[in-house]
């Protein structure tokens, strides 16, 4: 069986920022076919609820930082999910919570230093990391769109 690495909150975890879910049946229908292997990077590294965070450009590269107190938050997010990918090394399809400072893979809304918007199709951190491993990516609402 085709394993799909699904943001946990897609399936019904409570682990959004807010302590909510996002459950998606009509994906988890859709993925019927797949072992589904949720996975959460903010509510493991920061647990739930949390503050919120943004995905910021600062010249260089792009890091998570917290709204709370700016503090930069993309290490932890990153080692969880080379750490992830490399327990489940035959991850072939990665689908992402749309808008995710961690799981957006091309939705992320991106600012500048100054919190100005710059764009709405950024990358998550943890979307990053299975993109550079190869693996066929999707946020869900465009995978739910493309597959129906």
């Not at 764009?119 to 999707?138: F, N, P, Q």
């Amino acid at each position: 069986m085709k394993k799909v690495a699904l943001s946990a909150c897609l399936t019904g975890c409570s682990c959004r920022y807010d302590g909510k879910e996002n459950l998606n049946r009509p994906l988890l229908e859709q993925l019927s076919s797949y072992e589904i292997i949720p996975f959460c990077p903010e509510d493991f590294c920061f647990g739930t609820p949390r503050p919120t965070m943004d995905l910021v450009d600062n010249g260089k590269t792009i890091e998570a930082i917290s709204n709370k107190d700016g503090s930069t938050l993309s290490k932890p997010i990153v080692r969880y999910a080379k750490d992830f990918f490399e327990q489940h090394a035959d991850i072939e399809l990665f689908i992402g919570k749309d808008r995710s400072p961690s799981c957006a893979v091309k939705s992320g809304k991106v600012y500048n230093k100054e919190k100005n918007l710059l764009h709405t199709t950024g990358t998550g951190l943890m979307a990053k990391v299975a993109l550079d491993l190869g693996i066929e990516s999707w946020d869900s609402e465009e995978y739910l769109n493309h597959t129906s």
